[in-house]
């Protein structure tokens, strides 16, 4: 018997066991201990960013994780890995970086057993079930009770890391809605051969989408996109067709400006993009690259221009699936989950955190961010009025 029940062992499920009262119990059906968070940033953790806002995340309802953001922050998290002694850095655009990825989850797991949380590892559950006021937990090696139960089990990315749906199930099994969960945070695949030779081709771009514009680097690849830019547009997929590349923020000069010594429209426009990526999109424009510039229409020219400055993703384009996929977009939706306590609305004592929920954030740390302030969210709801189990 088990004040609060924890179902997997992540970045969300440890933070609510590091800071639960009373008796508490994580159930992890993997044998190793927030295995995703260990690899996490080829072992480089990005924990937590400066930046970190209700704007930086997709959800049906952003305001959601307004009350826990304000309620954990950045700070709070420097402070405990400062306790452990741990070592980070700021780099770009606020993003923060621990220097080992097994010290944080390693952290978190000191944090727990000092808390006197317990964890269980290679656990099968069977079934969750509800009478009156008790969970009960039947799995394959014992049953357990509790209180309150926190659904931590993380999204569908990279299942070889041991992602499973079980957290969505559980929640539809209590009467909760899904938003369809799709790949975040991943490449896209374009249609046809139009990045077959422009592979390895590295650009600064602004992506814009409504009024959101950001600045990130963008990798051409044989089969389509990839980069900080495109994890950000992989984000928004929905809107995919309507996100617009500026190709060269940093040189908007209209080609008949760079027209001396009569050059031709292709070296002319190798001025502005990289000289493979002007070949291809002179051949896409069906215009010929020998052209001079200086004999150009101004129709040809503002094809050109627009092509380079307001990049259309063609139809057809995809974001790359859950096996390459940082998280997952979608997830348990947040209309029946109170965002002051993360407890269903549906159901006493049922929670959710972390990436199960239909809130997930740009690339930058703050996906991690939303695990810690999430579930130390929930933990403190249940503190308030846990008994002494």
């Known amino acids: 018997m088990f004040n609060t029940i924890i179902i997997g062992a992540g970045a969300a499920g440890l933070m609510a066991g590091a800071h639960s009262h009373g008796s508490t119990l994580i159930l992890e059906h993997s044998g190793v201990i927030a295995r995703k968070l260990r690899v996490t940033g080829g072992g480089a953790c990005n924990f937590s960013n400066l930046n970190v ?154 992506v814009t989408l409504k009024r959101t514009t950001i600045r990130r680097n963008l990798l051409f690849t044989h089969h389509g996109l990839t980069g900080p830019a495109a994890f950000w547009i992989s984000l928004y997929a929905q809107d995919m067709h309507d996100i617009s590349i500026d190709l060269a923020p940093n040189n908007r000069e209209d080609i008949v400006h760079l027209a001396a010594g009569g050059r031709s429209i292709l070296n002319a426009t190798s001025l502005v993009v990289p000289k493979a990526l002007a070949r291809v999109i002179l051949d896409d424009l069906e215009i010929n690259s020998d052209d001079k510039v200086a004999t150009a229409t101004k129709e040809t020219r503002k094809a050109i221009h627009d092509m380079i400055h307001s990049f259309r993703i063609p139809q057809g384009a995809k974001a790359d699936g859950f096996d390459k996929a940082e998280v997952t977009a979608g997830g348990v939706s947040t209309k029946d989950i109170n965002s002051s306590t993360m407890e269903s609305k549906l159901v006493k004592g049922l929670y959710f955190v972390g990436e199960v929920l239909d809130m997930t954030g740009q690339l930058g740390g703050y996906n991690l961010h939303w695990a810690w302030a999430s579930g130390v969210k929930a933990a403190e709801s249940i503190n308030q009025y846990s008994t002494t189990l």
């Open 53 to 206: 806002s209700p704007d930086k995340y997709q959800s049906e309802n952003i305001n959601f994780c307004r009350s826990a953001l304000a309620g954990y922050s950045t700070s709070d998290f420097l402070e405990l890995m400062k306790r452990y002694k741990l070592a980070w850095e700021e780099r770009e655009n606020g993003e923060l970086f621990a220097f080992s990825a097994p010290a944080i989850a390693d952290m978190l797991i000191s944090e727990c057993r000092s808390n006197g949380t317990a964890i269980k590892t290679n656990i099968t559950i069977k079934s969750i079930d509800k009478d009156d006021d008790l969970f009960t937990v039947t799995t394959e090696t014992g049953v357990f009770q509790g209180e309150n139960l926190i659904i931590a089990t993380g999204g569908k990315s990279i299942p070889k890391l041991g992602a499973t749906e079980f957290g969505m199930r559980i929640a539809k099994q209590f009467g909760h809605t899904l938003v369809h969960a799709r790949p975040a945070l991943t490449s896209i695949t374009l249609p046809g051969g139009f990045c077959a030779e422009l592979a390895g081709i590295t650009l600064m771009v602004d």
